[in-house]
């Protein structure tokens, strides 16, 4: 009996996580008031596309598995990224659109939220700056933008941003795009200093996200760098294996990541800041791709999978697969919509602690 009684708990406590979350609340409304999303190409739905930069994906075949549009939007994937997936588990009928768009720029369901993602931004302010894109700075300063047009919209707009969820994704690009093939970095601080730094700035981030209001933060890992198909590619000498060093980065970044944030919910009264861990996910991904209804977890999608992103994925790179599903990768970068379904569910325990 008591064994049963336990598969039963199981069985039922794993059905729940698969649900969106406002099915579980019941009232068919969303979770929270609104969705602000700050960070890197992971979570960037469109920012780059007007800017003057190689970092964009407002093309084909980016977006070709869209929702029914079948058309770019500026998303790094083939379809939706996994803080899509988040939006839809929290209730909401569309997603937090870019900054930059034109909806935005005209004032249209903005009380939702908004995304401030730059694909090649970070933690380090000399990322976006090499690769002329938005960097966390500015995002913030958007952000400050989007809170006084807010406020002249209703009356409530201090209960909206308190009561609303922000999500941040950044370091990689500080890593792979910037400092492992950057003399003016690699050469003058060790991979442990350059993580203080950028520690540092993850620490200035949060508090002014905090100082506008924000109480509801979640902030991604790391991922397994060093897996990725164009880190493998550039920087594995050869070999068909994740790199090691790179991942070990990672590895040292989440744990100082983890350590920061634990104190900064002691320092900041009602923060509810949580770390929301990708690195495993996409790790059980790369390591057993078939155990996850995968078929290709080491070349990516387009193309020859092993370094394409951005422009150097386009509709006439040859190879591109047909079939994005059976992939975790979509360009050498950043993973499918399947891969971003897949991590999304694995992050959606630790979500919950947000809602609360």
């Known amino acids: 009996m008591e064994l049963s009684s336990s598969l039963r708990f199981e069985s039922c406590v794993c059905f729940l996580l698969f649900l969106p979350l406002w099915m579980i609340n019941g009232n068919g409304q969303p979770l929270v008031p609104a969705l602000f999303i700050f960070g890197d190409s992971i979570v960037d739905v469109g920012n780059n596309n007007h800017l003057l930069t190689l970092v964009k994906a407002d093309f084909p075949p980016y977006g070709r598995d869209f929702l029914n549009q079948h058309q770019p939007t500026g998303r790094f994937s083939n379809g939706k990224l996994a803080s899509d997936f988040t ?7 569309s997603y937090p659109p870019p900054y930059n768009s034109k909806q935005v720029k005209d004032g249209l369901n903005i009380t939702l939220g908004v995304n401030f993602a730059s694909g090649s931004s970070g933690y380090y302010h000399g990322t976006a700056k090499l690769y002329n894109t938005i960097s966390l700075n500015q995002q913030i300063e958007n952000y400050k933008e989007y809170q006084n047009r807010l406020s002249g ?9 308190n009561g609303s969820i922000h999500i941040i994704s950044a370091g990689s690009s500080d890593y792979i795009q910037n400092y492992f093939i950057n003399p003016l970095l690699f050469a003058v601080y060790s991979t442990d200093q350059f993580s ?18 924000a109480r509801k933060i979640g902030v991604t890992t790391l991922p397994p760098m060093g897996c990725l198909p164009a880190a493998i590619t550039l920087f594995g000498k050869g070999s068909n294996e994740c790199v090691e060093k790179l991942n070990k980065a990672a590895i040292s970044f989440n744990g100082k990541l983890n350590v920061t944030s634990m104190k900064l919910k002691t320092e900041l009264l009602n923060l509810n800041l949580v770390i929301l861990d990708v690195y495993q996910p996409l790790l059980a991904l790369v390591n057993h791709p078939s155990d996850n209804g995968f078929a290709e977890a080491r070349k990516a999608c387009c193309g020859t999978g092993l370094v394409e992103t951005a422009i150097l994925c386009n509709k006439y790179s040859p190879g591109t697969c047909k079939n994005a599903s059976e992939y975790v990768f979509w360009d050498g970068f950043h993973p499918t919509e399947s891969a971003n379904k897949f991590i999304s569910d694995a992050l959606l325990l630790s979500g919950i602690a947000l809602i609360s």
């Open 196 to 213: 203080d730094i950028l520690i540092k700035s993850y620490i200035n981030f949060i508090k002014d996200l905090y100082k506008l209001g």
């Open 153 to 161: 919209l209703t009356e409530n707009a201090s209960s909206i941003i």
């Open 87 to 93: 939006a839809e588990n929290l209730g909401f009928t």
